[in-house]
């Protein structure tokens, strides 16, 4: 399996586009505690994914795509908390 059907698979927040690939899939959700939720699964997801492959450039790649259309709320600061809690905790 090829790295970019890798990302596909294993990462529920990357999408295939026309040009390329989509780094961060925005999400609507209903409550705070969803969207708290979703971002912890995405994190996980993607540390697992960064640490397997070692590739930091992806979180350059994901950072431009959550800040391009859809702005910052709840998913996108849960995401990046549990990134921040995992760096300092070594988990």
């Known amino acids: 399996m090829s790295y970019r059907e890798s ?43 960064m640490r397997e492959h070692e590739d930091p450039v992806l979180l350059t790649r994901v950072g ?7 702005g910052f709320d709840i998913v996108e600061r849960s995401f990046t908390h549990h990134l921040a809690e995992a760096y300092i905790t070594g988990k």
């Not at 431009?64 to 859809?70: D, T």
């Open 7 to 49: 990302i596909l698979r294993e990462l529920s927040f990357v999408s295939l586009k026309t040009t390329g690939l989509n780094f961060w899939m925005p999400t609507v959700v209903s409550s705070i505690e969803q969207g708290a939720a979703i971002g912890k699964e995405r994190a996980e997801q993607f540390l697992r994914f």
């Open 64 to 70: 431009n795509s959550m800040m391009g259309e859809a």
